[in-house]
């Protein structure tokens, strides 16, 4: 008579504790989910591939998922709308299909998701038979790719905004190894927000290909996602660079919303 209560608490206490165990070593949900978009060839491959690596060291650690594709062919407003971030890893902003650009506008201009772009991210003219993607000119602050140093150079990039979260913990000066810094028909800063700039003075070997004020890292206020340029991202070595991995990480998770 007293034998079934308690057999029958002892089977609800064991189901009590095989849920708890159960959802103690259930996986955490993500904190968000990234994009990245990188060319498949050229000479920024390596970059890529060791960017590769690196976030998905980042997002193992930290608890969000990334995603890579190599084209625009898949970007629309319904796959975009599954990413709380997009970052344009080493890719132009020309020879994307008509509905990713209108997706990608969408995205950024109601505020849909965050973004990080790189590098070749400002490489705006006319290339490959393409004429200048308007929107994105704007975007960039109103620039046009005019030249670079092809045999790269080291240089010293300055802090300029200390506050800014997507600077946090950088020192005031660090120094780039191997880049081929690019010169533009003007400085964007009329139009944004500059967070760093590169000391012209700094290269090594000189250079000759200069344009005076020289941003290097800076975010575009008039936009309603969070967004964040770093023209730093051509060699492989960026990814011993501690200043360049912090703020990369700072870069991510600014733009996610965190």
Not at 96 to 112: C, D, H, L, P, S
Not at 156 to 180: C, R, S, Y
């Amino acid at each position: 008579m007293y034998l079934y209560p308690l057999l029958k608490n002892t089977h609800l206490i064991f189901i009590f504790l095989i849920c708890a165990f159960l959802q103690a070593h259930q996986p955490a949900k993500p904190r968000f989910r990234a994009l990245a978009l990188a060319e498949k060839g050229g000479h920024h491959l390596s970059y890529s591939k060791a960017a590769r690596v690196w976030l998905n060291q980042l997002a193992a650690d930290s608890n969000f998922t990334i995603d890579y594709i190599d084209n625009t062919d898949r970007i629309d407003s319904a796959f975009l709308s599954d990413y709380q971030l997009f970052i344009q890893l080493d890719y132009p902003p020309y020879g994307w299909t008509e509905r990713a650009v209108k997706a990608f506008e969408q995205y950024i201009n109601e505020g849909r998701g965050g973004w990080v772009g790189f590098h070749h991210a400002t490489l705006l003219g006319e290339f490959d038979g393409y004429s200048i993607w308007p929107w994105f000119y704007a975007f960039m602050g109103q620039i046009r790719f005019k030249d670079y140093i092809p045999d790269f150079a080291t240089g010293h990039v300055w802090v300029e905004d200390t506050v800014h979260p997507v600077m946090k913990g950088l020192p005031a000066v660090f120094t780039v190894q191997t880049e081929e810094w690019y010169t533009y028909d003007k400085s964007p800063r009329p139009q944004v927000k500059v967070l760093a700039r590169v000391d012209e003075q700094s290269y090594n070997p000189p250079s000759d290909k200069i344009m005076g004020d020289h941003p290097v890292i800076w975010t575009n206020p008039a936009y309603k996602s969070r967004n964040i340029y770093i023209f730093m991202g051509h060699s492989p070595d960026l990814f011993q660079n501690k200043a360049y991995l912090q703020l990369f990480k700072n870069a991510i998770f600014w733009a996610s919303g965190l």
